[in-house]
């Protein structure tokens, strides 16, 4: 059974500095797309920013700028620099894997959610 497990979060003061990784474990296949997506309270789940096996990223428009999703292939890992914080930023933020196993299925897994809260 594929694991991801996230590390960070907490509190943190406007224009604070906070991050996330997130390791993944007992991978079959090959890991293709690495992300974070967050929920505020009240509000829909939204992407946050994903990196490809390439290293291409992409960020959701609120994000630009101020975070920086990157991953480290070697160790399954992907981290979430968030900086310049907001209270906006506040969430639930879930790492996520696209994992293809070895009949080219692809399959998407989920970390257990951190707590980030940007408040004075």
């Known amino acids: 059974q594929v694991q991801l497990v996230e590390f960070g979060g907490g509190l943190v003061q406007p224009g604070g500095s906070l991050r996330l990784s997130c390791a993944a474990s007992?991978?079959?296949?090959?890991?293709?797309?690495m992300g974070w997506h967050r929920q505020a309270p009240g509000k829909q789940r939204e992407l946050a920013a994903l990196?490809?096996?390439?290293?291409?990223?992409n960020y959701a428009d609120s994000v630009k700028g101020r975070f920086t999703v990157s991953r480290d292939n070697a160790k399954n890992t992907v981290y979430l620099q968030m900086n310049s914080l907001k209270p906006e930023d506040t969430a639930v933020y879930y790492c996520?894997?696209?994992?293809?196993?070895?009949?080219?299925?692809?399959?998407?897994?989920w970390g257990q959610g951190s707590q980030v809260t940007v408040s004075s």
């Open positions: 996520y894997a696209d994992l293809i196993d070895g009949r080219g299925r692809l399959d998407r897994y």
């Open positions: 007992r991978i079959i296949g090959s890991i293709n797309v």
């Open positions: 990196v490809t096996s390439r290293g291409n990223t």
